[in-house]
């Protein structure tokens, strides 16, 4: 029997830049080649995702079937339309399509040998044809110049090895709509580890991000002078012992000069790995560390939607706790379904996800939650803020796991896992994280992830090329507050409008100021210590970049680094303002409002 939701359509109120997004690379056409509506993506979404739920209702009748159908379709539409949940790009896609591809990430481990390198070259780019990014894990790889066959000196090494797979990456376009990231990650103690550190600053690699593996005995050797031993890993073998303070200058040198590599901070993802077995290797953007094949889907929840008694950017607003446990519950379900829904490529694939079902439902909208609340980013308050609404994810994604493991059982591998020590029934092996919301917190009007404001108002460019200007509304709502109460002219509001900070500005109290902070205004430690406070609280890992100023140094980085590292983060990616020619976000002299796009 084929069950239709009797959902009666609505639009969401969405900007004219989510609009034009939308168009251009999220709403699909029909034969005639006619757009859906927003809202009809929002529906094709909800009644497919909910499709899985039909799975775990044998035995009941068809009517019984079809209402606990359109009650799920109901929940996950409500919930999208309203921009309380989104879940990530992939699924707004390709959920009803004929691509039906759902994950954002998945994570390959390369053997040493070119049948594996090449095979899983292969298997990477059917991945990103369909819309979806690819982590590798390089450091199993012999070096440079190794030994191939008793043949001494042919051996490719990882970064030739990237860049084979950098060229192929870079000829596919994803579905014609979406290109996802890519990540490479090499260990520490690879012979080859000086030429991964520099490889990008030749302008190669422009498709992939590239994350250094560090473990906390380089950290201690860097700081007590000590050397480090480098490992043939085709042998496992000492190769050398090398001053670790030369890999780490190098480290920290290119960090500067380019803002890559970021760092994982590999120890303290293995200490807090649920699962019985080495993780070498993240997705995309390093927020999830998985196994070889696995992949996994993503969701949000809008934070600056849980705002309530505040109408209008009128009088501060509490945190509604009651419906953020209804969407951790929503979300944990929805990205569940994700698992049962999504098209595999690969029965090795679809064989190692379901025995793990690894989800990642995260959080958008943190700056403008505190914003709404006016709190300061780079605050005591707002670590407090991190905790009470961290916690409240924390215990409820783990009950949602929990209650749909009564109903549909506990992960296959769950034997193998660290939740069966703790009696901890769970559907999922891991739960949580926090992705980059880049276009997603677009859609949502909100700000991204648990980044401060990059600015007030900035300026971006599409995957397209094309150019936009974003103000932040409440921001938007104090100036025109000062136009109305005549404490500023024309010519003050329309540069108030198109600041990027008012840091310096004479216009607003000094509480203002400090609610209304930028990254560049914050210190990096801030932003480390946010990132750290919300670490507590989630299963994988953090997508988020500390930002630094231009005038930044070295030794600035190396107390990043080691900041991070004691605060026990498990990544870290730095970026030094204006480091970059191909900077993705930019302040501009003369910037102007986004009325239409």
């Known amino acids: ?88 790009s992939p699924i707004l896609m390709n959920a009803g399509n ?52 008793g043949q001494k000196g042919v051996a490719f090494g990882p970064v030739t090895v990237m860049k084979f797979f950098d060229v192929a990456i870079g000829a596919i376009k994803q579905g ?43 950290i201690d050797s860097v700081k007590n002078s000590k050397t480090f031993q480098l ?91 009651e419906k953020l446990k209804k969407l951790v519950h929503l979300g944990v379900h929805f990205l569940d379904n994700c698992i049962d829904m999504n098209s595999y490529q690969f029965k090795k694939s679809e064989k190692r996800c379901k025995a793990y079902r690894r989800i990642g439902l995260g959080v958008m909208g943190f700056a403008d939650l505190l914003i709404k609340l006016r709190v300061p980013y780079d605050s ?21 796991s929990q209650q749909l493991a009564a109903k549909r059982g506990v992960f296959k591998n769950f034997k193998r896992s660290v939740w069966k020590d703790l009696n901890l029934k769970l559907r999922n092996v891991s739960i949580t994280t926090v992705a980059p919301t880049g276009t997603t917190s677009i859609i949502a009007n909100t700000s991204a992830g648990i980044e401060p404001l990059f600015a007030l108002s900035y300026a971006g460019k599409t995957m397209e ?38 840091k310096n500005s004479d216009a607003f109290d000094a509480e203002l100021k400090k609610v209304f902070v930028t990254s560049m205004d914050i210190h990096y430690k801030w932003h480390i210590r946010i990132q750290a406070e919300f670490q507590k609280y989630i299963d994988s890992a953090i997508s988020k970049t500390i930002n630094m100023h231009n005038s930044a140094t070295q030794n600035d980085i190396a107390d990043a680094l080691f900041y991070a590292h004691e605060l026990k983060c498990k990544g870290l990616t730095i970026y030094r303002d204006r480091s970059r020619e191909d900077q993705v976000l930019e302040l501009k002299k003369t910037q102007t409002k986004l009325d239409s796009f």
């Open 465 to 502: 090329g094309r150019e936009y200007t974003i103000t932040n509304s409440d921001f938007e709502h104090e100036i025109n507050l000062l136009k109305e109460n005549n404490k500023v002219d024309e010519a003050g509001f329309r540069k108030l409008l198109n600041a990027s900070s008012i």
């Open 231 to 321: 490992t043939n890993p085709r042998t496992g073998e000492e190769y050398k012992k090398v001053d670790s303070r030369e890999i780490f200058n190098a480290l920290t040198d290119s960090v500067w000069k380019l803002g890559d590599p970021g760092v994982i901070f590999i120890d303290e993802m293995n200490s807090k790995n649920p699962v019985k077995e080495t993780v070498y290797c993240t997705g995309s953007c390093g927020q999830s560390p998985m196994h070889s094949w696995e992949g996994v889907p993503y969701g949000h929840i809008n934070l600056s939607n849980i705002i309530i008694e505040r109408k209008n950017h009128g009088a501060i607003g509490k945190i509604d706790f």
């Open 1 to 88: 029997m084929e069950y239709k939701s009797n959902i009666k359509l609505k639009e969401p109120e969405l900007s004219p830049l989510a609009l034009d997004i939308l168009k251009l690379r999220y709403l699909a056409k029909d034969e005639d080649g006619k757009l859906e509506t927003p809202g009809e993506m929002f529906l094709r979404a909800a009644e497919n995702i909910a499709k899985a739920d039909l799975n775990y209702l044998r035995g009941k009748s068809d009517e019984q079937k079809q209402s606990a159908y359109n009650h799920t379709v109901k929940e996950f539409y409500n919930a999208m339309t309203a921009l309380d949940f989104l879940p990530a």
């Open 176 to 218: 014609g709509r979406r290109q996802g990231g890519n990540m490479g990650i090499l260990h520490t103690s690879h012979p080859d580890v000086l030429e991964f550190i520099r490889c990008k600053q030749d302008g190669s690699l422009k498709n992939f991000n590239i994350s250094l593996a560090i473990t906390d005995e380089f």
């Open 98 to 149: 004929n691509l039906q591809q759902l994950f954002s990430d998945y994570v390959f481990v390369l053997r040493d040998s070119m049948k594996n390198i090449f095979g899983k070259l292969t298997n990477a780019a059917i991945i990103q044809q369909n819309g979806s990014g690819c982590g590798f894990a390089f450091s199993m790889l012999r070096p440079k110049g190794d030994l191939v066959a």
């Open 380 to 400: 005591d308050e707002a670590l407090f803020i991190i905790e009470k609404i961290m916690s409240v994810v924390k215990e409820e994604s783990r009950k949602a």
